[in-house]
């Protein structure tokens, strides 16, 4: 089942934003079968820019959607931000398609490729079960080329405001740096992130959180 592209209801979901509204399909990162509970990650149609929480998936073989041209294969763009819980029997399967619109003969069950499932799957490592929505834990998923820069942020008086809980960000890619705007408690704040050499996100993140939270 991992990596099982599946459809789930979202419209059943209670308090969330109008975004997940949009969502229909989803992929299967995580299955605990002793629970009888699988993790999905919602993938849309719709264009996301590459970001800490969004990046392009490539089109699905034998994933197809209907467009006023007929059967596509599209961009698929997943959103770690939007990762969720759900019993096994809630979702459905898909089958596998052709340009036509026609199930694959055999009757198989759609999944990403491999390659696609070990980038997804990376990526998951990243993120963790229950960890607060702050700052510093999005900034650590990042990239490790990318570097806070202090001089071109707008640092906070009180570095408690990095490890509470935002209200709501945005992230924006401008000239070899990443600009993050976000919220806590009603107050606005902005980092900014310089694009560099480095490679190394263990050090990157050390150097983060020192400045971040000391």
Avoid at 86 to 114: C, F, H, M, T
Avoid at 147 to 162: H, P
Avoid at 175 to 186: C, T
Wanted: hydrophobic share 35%; net charge negative; glycine share 4%.
């Amino acid at each position: 089942m991992l990596g099982n592209v599946v459809r789930y209801n979202f419209f059943a979901i209670e308090n969330v934003d109008k975004e997940t509204y949009s969502l229909d399909h989803a992929v299967v990162i995580d299955v605990n079968e002793e629970d009888g509970q699988v993790k999905i990650l919602p993938i849309t149609n719709t264009f996301c820019k590459d970001s800490i929480e969004s990046f392009c998936l490539g089109k699905i073989e034998g994933f197809v959607e209907i467009r006023n041209e007929g059967f596509k294969e599209l961009d698929q763009y997943v959103r770690f931000d939007k990762v969720m819980l759900v019993n096994k029997d809630e979702i459905s399967s898909l089958k596998a398609q052709d340009e036509y619109g026609n199930i694959n003969q055999d009757y198989i069950d759609l999944y990403v490729n491999s390659d696609q499932l070990t980038k997804i799957l990376d990526k998951y490592k990243e993120y963790t079960d229950g960890e607060i929505r702050n700052v510093v834990n999005l900034l650590l998923k990042s990239e490790p080329k990318y570097k806070l820069n202090m001089q071109a942020s707008s640092l906070a008086t009180d570095m408690d405001v990095y490890l509470k809980k935002m209200d709501k960000y945005r992230e924006y890619n401008y000239n070899n740096q990443k600009i993050i705007v976000f919220y806590v408690e009603g107050q606005r704040y902005s980092l900014v992130m310089d694009a560099t050499d480095n490679t190394d996100i263990k050090s990157r993140n050390e150097e983060l959180k020192l400045a971040l939270v000391s």
